[in-house]
Each structure stands twice: as C-alpha cells, then as structure tokens.
C-alpha cells in the first residue's frame, strides 16, 4: 500500500526520536521519488530529520526557512518551515511540531521547489 497524507514515514521512532509524518500526498509521493534516485541521501535526512530536525550544525544542507517561507499554516497551525537539501536540486521541506515532537513532511522532490524561483 502506498503512503499517503497523514502516514508515518516508516519506520516509528524509538529512544527519543522524532516521529516523521507526510503531511501532503504530494510530499509521500515526492519522498519515494528521492529514495528512488538518491537513496543514500534520502536515507541522511531521514537520519537528520529523526534525530535533530531542529539542528544548525550544517546550514547549508539543513536550515530554517526565512521570510515569506518561514512559516507554514498545517493542521490550523502556524508552524516553523526548515528545509532539507538532500541533492543539489532534491529538497525536503518540512515543519516541526515540537510539543508533539513530529516533522510533518510538507514537500519532497528530486527537483528544487519553484516557489522560491520569484
């Protein structure tokens, strides 16, 4: 069965990790695509994701979005949006739910998002 919206990206978390989330059909879709043409990068940002969603050691492969993309409305809240550089045009964005500890996937793509073409 294929993930859909509202899936967990497998497998669940253990010992303190955070629980990763598709929150678009879009994202699930889009994460199956990086896993098929860069599975050994998709697999870091699981890593990353899972582990320190929240880091800043590496700020040019994983970082906070900024202005008009540095928030995003899910679920009727207004969260942070951080991005995941997985290859030189792949990007998984994603926002953080700290409280719940969970990383709802809002987009993931081989391809650079053209939002931030403008």
Known sequence: ?????????PPPPIDGEWRLR???????????????????????CFEALRSDPLSLRDPDRQH???GRLATRTVGGG????WE???TSG?????VVDEPARTV????AAPRHPK???N
Not at 3 to 8: A, E, F, L, M, N
């Open 90 to 94: 792949g990007r998984v964005r994603y």
């Open 22 to 44: 598709f929150a678009t059909s879009e994202a699930a879709k889009g994460w199956g695509d990086l896993c098929a043409e860069a599975p050994a990068n998709t697999r870091r």
């Open 64 to 66: 906070r979005l900024r």
């Open 1 to 9: 069965m294929s993930p859909k919206r509202g899936d967990d990206v």
């Open 115 to 117: 939002d931030t073409d």
């Open 104 to 107: 709802l996937l809002v987009y």
């Open 78 to 81: 207004e969260l942070p949006q």
């Open 84 to 86: 995941y550089e997985v």
